[in-house]
């Protein structure tokens, strides 16, 4: 079994910055594409960044410049430093990963965190 679990996140003011941090943990063979994703209420959950590897980064236009995604492959980790935190940046933020287990390496599995919530006060 393979688990994904978040931290950092929290209530800060606008202007600020937070530090997420997702830890993948089990039977892992190889971790693909890592990403983080938030969900504002009543909206549709959306892609914040991505990274398929650790050379490429991909951003939603409305993060880039404020947010930098990066990854520790050899402690399974993916982080989201988030700076000049907005009001609208205010959501639950979800880790993403594809992952092939030890049992079956040579097939890829979505996982997801159980979100954590970032507060943006203005």
């Known amino acids: 079994q393979v688990q994904l679990v978040e931290s950092g996140g929290g209530l800060v003011q606008a202007g600020g910055s937070l530090r997420l941090s997702c830890a993948a943990s089990g039977r892992i063979f190889r971790i693909h594409s890592m990403a983080w994703y938030r969900q504002a209420p009543g909206k549709q959950r959306e892609l914040v960044a991505g990274i398929p590897s650790s050379v490429s980064t991909n951003y939603a236009d409305s993060v880039k410049g404020r947010f930098t995604i990066s990854r520790d492959n050899a402690k399974n980790t993916v982080y989201l430093q988030m700076n000049s935190l907005k009001p609208e940046d205010t959501a639950v933020y979800y880790c993403?990963?594809?992952?092939?287990?030890?049992?079956?390496?040579?097939?890829?599995?979505?996982?997801w965190g159980q979100g954590t919530q970032v507060t943006v006060s203005s």
């Open positions: 993403n990963a594809e992952i092939a287990t030890q049992a079956q390496p040579f097939i890829k599995v979505n996982y």
